[in-house]
T-cell receptor, first 112, second 115 residues
Framework: QQKVQQSPESLIVPEGAMTSLNCTFS??????FAWYRQHSGKAPKALMS????GEKEEGRFTIHLNKASLHFSLHIRDSQPSDSALYLC????????????FGSGTQLTVMP | EAAVTQSPRNKVAVTGGKVTLSCNQT?????MYWYRQDTGHGLRLIHY???????EKGDIPDGYKASRPSQENFSLILELATPSQTSVYFC??????????????FGAGTRLSVL
């Protein structure tokens, strides 16, 4: 069964800093990897996703995926107070049924 | 923007009572999901559905039933509610095609307290 773990549990960074969030998974056959962001009291919302090994950049956000090491990460350049939220990584199952398995989240606080 | 609506938004129930959480989506998505969110556990999958009439067990189905009477509606049923089911419940919908459009769209959540 797919296991997804995130680190760190919480993170405080100053405005303008580079933020790095990590996610490890257990099933090397997984095909889809995503990050969701959840502001306090709100619904989770998809941020970015990636299928193949490598890097994908969208604005200030970059995903790195390394399937061999069972690791993917989210990097936020020039972090802003509005980026403060719970960040959830998600990995698809590799069995016949399609499910997204979420990590427990990293609570990010960006201090102005 | 895809729309998923949950009701009620807040619910207080008594132990042993029956609770029904409802979810409606207007996106015409085939797949719908019920998750619960607790501090330190992220989102955990309870039940999901591939379409009207189908329900499948997720990772933590014990104590929950699901019903998908139509493409638009997906309900989560707690026949005998217990205090351990106090949580925030999220419904989500999405179309899965193994392409780029695998995004799940979440409702605003239902906060359930079982006393």
């Amino acid at each position: 069964q797919q296991k997804v773990q995130q680190s760190p549990e919480s993170l405080i960074v100053p405005e303008g800093a580079m933020t790095s969030l990590n996610c490890t998974f257990s099933d090397s056959a997984s095909q889809y990897f995503a990050w969701y962001r959840q502001h306090s009291g709100k619904a989770p919302k998809a941020l970015m996703s990636i299928f193949s090994n490598g890097e994908k950049e969208e604005g200030r956000f970059t995903i790195h995926l390394n399937k061999a090491s069972l690791h993917f990460s989210l990097h936020i350049r020039d972090s802003q107070p509005s980026d403060s939220a719970l960040y959830l990584c998600a990995v698809s199952t590799s069995s016949g049924s399609w499910q997204l398995i979420f990590g427990s989240g990293t609570q990010l606080t960006v201090m102005p | 923007e895809a729309a998923v609506t949950q009701s009620p938004r807040n619910k207080v129930a008594v132990t042993g009572g029956k609770v029904t959480l409802s979810c409606n989506q207007t996106n015409n998505h085939n797949n719908m999901y019920w998750y619960r969110q607790d501090t330190g556990h992220g989102l955990r999958l309870i039940h999901y559905s591939y379409g009207a009439g189908s329900t499948e067990k997720g990772d933590i189905p014990d104590g929950y039933k699901a019903s998908r009477p139509s493409q638009e509606n997906f309900s989560l049923i707690l026949e005998l509610a217990t205090p351990s089911q106090t949580s925030v419940y999220f419904c989500a919908s999405g179309d899965i095609n193994w392409g780029e459009q695998n995004t799940l769209y979440f409702g605003a959540g239902t906060r359930l307290s079982v006393l």
